[in-house]
C-alpha cells in the first residue's frame, strides 16, 4: 500500500509542477513619466533596440506599431503588438506556437521574455538621453554637486 500511495503522491506532484508552467498572459502597459523628454522616434529606437538585443525579429515597423516575433530552439515561438507614442508604450501577445497558451494562460518563459523586453526598452530610453527635463535621473543634492562642486547649498 504505501508503495501504491507514493506512485500517487508523486504523480500528483508531477502534475502539479507540469501545471505551475502556464501563467496568465503578461501585457504590459508603461507610461513614460511626465517629466520625461521623449519623441516617437526616440521611443521608437528604444524599442527597437531592446527588440535586437533580445533576438526578436521585426515583423512590422509602422508609426506607432512594432510587431515582432521570436523563436526559441527553433521550436517555441511567440509574437507581439508594440503600440508605442512618446508618452507610453504597451507589449500585447498576438499569437504563439508551442508556449501552451489557452485561456488566456502561457507558458512561464513567454511572460520572461516580456518583462526582459520592458526593463530594456526602459533601460534604452534611460541611455539615450531620455531622461527628463534636466537631462539627467540624479537627485536634487547629486545635480547641485555636479554643477558647483559641492552638495550643499551656500
Same mark, same amino acid.
Given at each position: 500500500? +504505501? +508503495?501504491?500511495?507514493? =506512485?500517487?503522491?508523486? =504523480?500528483?506532484?508531477?502534475?502539479? @509542477?507540469?501545471?505551475c508552467t502556464s501563467k496568465p498572459v503578461l501585457n504590459t502597459?508603461?507610461? $513614460?513619466? @511626465?517629466? &520625461?523628454?521623449? +519623441? /516617437? !522616434?526616440k521611443v521608437k529606437q528604444a524599442i527597437l533596440a531592446a527588440l535586437e538585443k533580445r533576438e526578436w525579429t521585426v515583423q512590422r515597423a509602422d508609426p *506607432?506599431? $512594432? *510587431?515582432? !516575433?521570436?523563436? &526559441?530552439?527553433? *521550436?517555441?515561438h =511567440? !509574437? %507581439? /503588438? %508594440?503600440r508605442y507614442t512618446r508618452t507610453s508604450y504597451a507589449i500585447t501577445y498576438r499569437d504563439s506556437r508551442d508556449l501552451g497558451y489557452k485561456n488566456?494562460? %502561457?507558458?512561464?518563459?513567454?511572460?520572461?521574455?516580456? +518583462?526582459?523586453? /520592458?526593463?530594456? %526598452?526602459?533601460a534604452g530610453l534611460r541611455a539615450n538621453g531620455v531622461t527628463g527635463v534636466s537631462g539627467s535621473n540624479t537627485s536634487p543634492a547629486a545635480q547641485l554637486f555636479k554643477e558647483t562642486g559641492t552638495s550643499k547649498q551656500n
Open positions: 500500500m +504505501s +508503495s501504491l500511495l507514493r =506512485a500517487t503522491l508523486i =504523480a500528483l506532484a508531477l502534475l502539479t @509542477a507540469a501545471g502597459q508603461t507610461d $513614460i513619466p @511626465a517629466n &520625461v523628454q521623449a +519623441s /516617437d !522616434e *506607432q506599431l $512594432i *510587431q515582432a !516575433e521570436i523563436t &526559441v530552439r527553433n *521550436q517555441y =511567440a !509574437e %507581439i /503588438d %508594440i488566456g494562460k %502561457i507558458h512561464r518563459n513567454y511572460n520572461r521574455w516580456i +518583462s526582459m523586453l /520592458d526593463r530594456d %526598452i526602459l
